[in-house]
């Protein structure tokens, strides 16, 4: 299967790509610039150059492929820019069959209880008013259009042995302000993955998914954010408090203080799909061998 991706060359993408290329597909990639290119280069992808505003890029890319993994993220934009791409995407795909799995968050779907996959699929995007909620029901409507669609919600914590992602967020934040603070009690719970485990899903939802499918990449239901924050605490040196308001986590205030527990059991049912990768802890404090700041 040739497999064009937006996104490649991103935290989840260079590990997405590699995945594909292991298992004997080909890549071609986008790449918005000459950094991404080479990156994607060297991994072994084709790239085609343009960014996900480029509406004729991404139906090429579309076009001349076998299918579309679709993870390009602009958050200037606000989603905006996540919901055009796949409206272009699933367009040049309709009619084909062929399959397009697009990642997408979970952390508003259940506040307070865990997740599963058939929740949130009947989300109003018009009240939500989130564009990521009108991309993620533009990719389900796509399944009634000919489209093997698979809607991917990731874990917020998307994880490995390199700083990074959201929990790499709150790591900066620390060290800026000298101390690892957790919103509230800390009892708030996030999902976490590994990016080796979640590019595997992506490419079993790419192989075998059916249409329509809403998958959960989710190794840890939820960890709680006190024990984020002491792990940082404890791998940096900092004092860790608790109770801290929401303005002191900067561009992550709306999400700090989510209590947002997810399962994934429905997706390892239908696809095998089984993380193995290891927990958020462990990394973070793989993160503060060397001490070195992100």
């Known amino acids: 299967m040739r497999v064009f991706v937006t996104g490649g060359s991103g935290l989840l993408g260079s ?3 590699p995945e594909l290329l292991a298992a004997g597909h080909d890549v071609l990639a986008l790449a918005r610039s000459a950094t991404a290119a ?4 060297a991994a072994g992808a084709e790239v085609l150059h343009g960014s996900l505003a480029d509406r004729e890029a991404l139906r090429f890319g579309a076009e001349v492929t076998d299918g579309v993994v679709h993870l390009g993220y602009d958050p200037a934009a606000a989603g905006t ?3 055009r791409a796949v409206e272009v995407l699933g367009s040049a795909l309709e009619d084909t069959g062929r399959p397009m799995a697009v990642a997408t968050g979970m952390l508003a779907l259940t506040p307070g209880w865990p997740a599963t996959e058939r929740d949130g699929i009947d989300l109003d995007p018009a009240l939500s008013g ?3 909620a009108a991309a ?3 990719t389900l409507g796509f399944a009634e259009r000919g ?3 698979a809607l991917v919600r990731l874990a917020p914590a998307v994880h490995d042995d390199r700083p990074g992602g959201l929990v790499g967020a709150l ?3 620390a060290l800026d302000r000298g101390v690892s603070a957790s919103p509230g009690t800390g009892a708030q719970r996030w999902p976490a993955v590994h990016r080796q485990d979640a590019a595997r899903l992506f490419r079993l939802a790419m192989e075998g998914a059916p249409a329509g499918s809403v998958l959960h990449g989710v190794a840890e239901e939820g960890v709680p954010v006190g024990d984020i924050a002491a792990a940082i605490g404890a791998g940096w040196d900092l004092p860790v408090t608790a109770g801290a308001p929401p303005s002191a986590f900067g561009p992550l205030a709306s999400v700090a203080g989510a209590d947002a527990p997810a399962s994934s059991a429905l997706t390892q049912q239908l696809l095998g799909w089984r993380p193995t990768g290891p927990g958020l802890l462990a990394d973070v404090r793989h993160w503060s061998l060397d001490r070195a700041p992100v």
């Open 171 to 173: 790591v900066d934040i």
């Open 38 to 41: 080479a990156i994607l280069t």
């Open 81 to 83: 820019a996540e919901w």
């Open 147 to 149: 489209v093997r669609t």
């Open 130 to 132: 989130s564009p990521r």
């Open 136 to 138: 993620a029901l533009a």
């Open 15 to 17: 590990a997405v790509v």
